[in-house]
Nanobody
Framework: QVQLVESGGGLVQPGGSLRLSCAAS????????MSWYRQAPGKEREWVAS????????NYADSVKGRFTMSADNAKNTVYLQMNSLKPEDTAMYYC?????????WGQGTLVTVSV
């Protein structure tokens, strides 16, 4: 079955960096687009970035463009989210997502807290 396992979250000061990882299994990794979402306390889940099936196109939400970079390692079936210049408003639970055969799958999430 499809499984997504996120890691790499933590507490970081404003202006700092973190790299999130999402290890995937149960599907042909290179054949599906992967995405990152986040959900801040008291807010709805929002899309952050997506990595196309071919890996040639990556799209970002305006709020993270220029600061976050999404990448993938097909050999490890893992996607990454490099987050730089972090701001307090980036504080959220971050989730990895894939849609396989019309079904959305989510990981358990990893918490990112940006605070002094």
């Amino acid at each position: 079955q499809v499984q997504l396992v996120e890691s790499g979250g933590g507490l970081v000061q404003p202006g700092g960096s973190l790299r999130l990882s999402c290890a995937a299994s149960g599907f042909t990794f290179s054949s599906y687009a992967m995405s990152w979402y986040r959900q801040a306390p008291g807010k709805e889940r929002e899309w952050v970035a997506s990595f196309s099936t071919t890996g040639s196109i990556t799209n970002y939400a305006d709020s993270v463009k220029g600061r976050f970079t999404m990448s993938a390692d097909n050999a490890k079936n893992t996607v990454y989210l490099q987050m730089n210049s972090l701001k307090p408003e980036d504080t959220a639970m971050y989730y990895c997502n894939v849609r396989v055969r019309w079904v959305n799958y989510w990981g358990q999430g990893t918490l990112v807290t940006v605070s002094v």
